[in-house]
């Protein structure tokens, strides 16, 4: 098992930029694909970004494509998600999860994924 803990969320104006970070413990982080995903009030939990196990293939919502990037070091057992030009449409709960590398399937779905942190708040003013 692996535990999950986001920080770095926060308040931003438009255009602003922050990195999210999910901190792992437990089992060996390089056996998980990562994913941030994000649930906005009212609305169902989106898939927003996710890494391979080394980080050798990504994906991207097509909403934050160009403006957000996700990163690991596993040598630090963390995963990243840097966004730029922030948008209001932005702002939801941010969470990271984690799915064993051996799952077969898509990486842009919930699927697979089992592990999940408790979130992180992000806002973006207009």
């Known amino acids: 098992q692996v535990q999950l803990v986001e920080s770095g969320g926060g308040l931003v104006q438009a255009g602003g930029s922050l990195r999210l970070s999910c901190a792992a413990s437990?089992?060996?982080?390089?056996?998980?694909?990562m994913g941030w995903f994000r649930q906005a009030p009212g609305k169902e939990r989106e898939f927003v970004a996710a890494?391979?196990?080394?980080?050798?293939?990504?994906d991207y919502a097509d909403s934050v494509k160009g403006r957000f990037t996700i990163s690991r070091d596993n040598a630090k057992n963390t995963a990243y998600l840097q966004m730029n030009n922030l948008k209001p449409e932005d702002s939801a709960v941010y969470y990271c999860?984690?799915?064993?590398?051996?799952?077969?399937?898509?990486?842009?779905?919930?699927?697979?994924?089992?592990?999940w942190g408790q979130g992180t708040q992000v806002t973006v003013s207009s």
């Open positions: 999860a984690a799915r064993d590398y051996t799952y077969v399937g898509s990486i842009s779905t919930r699927n697979g994924y089992h592990y």
């Open positions: 437990g089992r060996t982080f390089s056996s998980y694909t």
């Open positions: 890494i391979t196990r080394y980080g050798g293939s990504t």
